[in-house]
């Protein structure tokens, strides 16, 4: 749900923004080492640029943290363990010199790009967090510019506005984002879905790891299935049914309700469907959350991981839900 802040907080997040903004430069990020994590003397919820470079060389090598945020957490240590599997070593989450010098390229983190037209096309002025009330709008679009540019380069929104202090993001104007590379290629044969972990692994043809994702597997109230499932098939940008009978309740909406599409939705950009009546693998309007939060039984990933694996199946590839971690794989 997008809510306004009260202004006593609105003017603490624009101080605290203020400051980000003056210590994150981009050629900072662009210059950090992976050696330099957890030496600098930040603030816990500072972004941390080697932690950013971290995070967009794992996204590029196709084990996603999820929102590149800078931050340190749980994400980011399952996608170093997820490159780790996927590159046979050791697994234990940790980026040493081994997993640092494999996972380093020459190419810009931070560069600039151009806010176009069609950026500031589509949006939509809130989005309510009743079902009743999205119902009634006609698309459940970005509400700005800023939140559609993080989704398109997998940034938080924090992170984007401390590289962009002052930014209007309006057509024209220039300003600086991550490059996590194009979107992972191939395709896969087989899917797992690790409640253990909270982790979706993806794999390619010789039955080698082709992707990790960090993902909200079910929750407490609605666990996820259990078992071997299949692909039934993809739906992108997909309207939501809501049944409160068949699924579950929100708030006091006690009739079927269809939800419009778009990224802000219930299941986000894509809905890629399973075997298994209801429960799909999916996109989120809230993609700092994955692993956060639960779900109503469903997989959960952002947007743009779902779209990549939405891209990489087809029909008929098997999904096993497990609870087992990438160290006990061998």
Request: aromatic share 4%; net charge neutral; charged share 25%.
């Amino acid at each position: 749900m997008k809510t306004a802040l009260p202004m006593s907080l609105l003017a603490l997040a624009l101080s605290v923004g203020g400051a980000l903004a003056r210590e994150l430069r981009p050629e900072a990020i662009n210059a950090a080492s992976l050696a330099d994590i957890g030496k600098g003397k930040l603030q816990p919820a500072d972004p941390d640029p080697a932690i950013v470079r971290l995070q967009v060389l794992l996204d590029r090598a196709g084990s996603s943290p999820g929102v590149i945020d800078g931050l340190s957490g749980e994400n980011v240590d399952k996608a170093v363990a997820g490159f780790e599997a996927m590159n046979k070593l050791p697994v234990d989450g940790r980026p040493d010199p081994d997993v640092a010098s494999r996972l380093e390229d020459n190419s810009p983190i931070i560069e600039s790009y151009v806010v176009s037209p069609e950026d500031a096309t589509g949006l939509v002025d809130r989005i309510p967090e009743d079902y009743g009330e999205k119902a009634k709008m006609q698309s459940l679009g970005y509400t700005s510019v800023a939140e559609k540019l993080s989704e398109r380069f997998h940034m938080d929104l924090d992170l984007l506005n401390a590289l962009n202090p002052g930014s209007h993001f309006a057509p024209g104007d220039k300003v600086w984002v991550v490059n996590p590379g194009p979107p992972r290629q191939g395709k896969v044969k087989s899917i797992e879905a690790d409640k253990k972990t909270g982790q979706v692994l993806a794999y390619g043809e010789d039955a080698s790891l082709l992707a990790v994702y960090p993902a909200t597997i079910g929750s407490e109230d609605n666990p996820a299935p259990s078992g071997k499932h299949k692909v039934k098939g993809v739906s992108r940008m997909p309207v939501y049914r809501y049944d409160p009978k068949r699924n579950f309740k929100q708030g006091k909406n006690n009739k079927v309700l269809t939800i419009p599409k778009g990224p802000n939705g219930p299941v986000g950009t894509v809905w890629i469907d399973l075997t298994e009546p209801t429960y799909g693998i999916h996109g989120t309007p809230e993609p700092k959350l994955i692993d956060k939060v639960g779900s109503h039984g469903c997989v959960r990933l952002t947007n743009w991981d779902a779209e990549e694996l939405a891209g990489m199946v087809k029909p008929g590839v098997p999904v096993e839900f497990v609870n087992r971690s990438l160290a006990d794989r061998k």
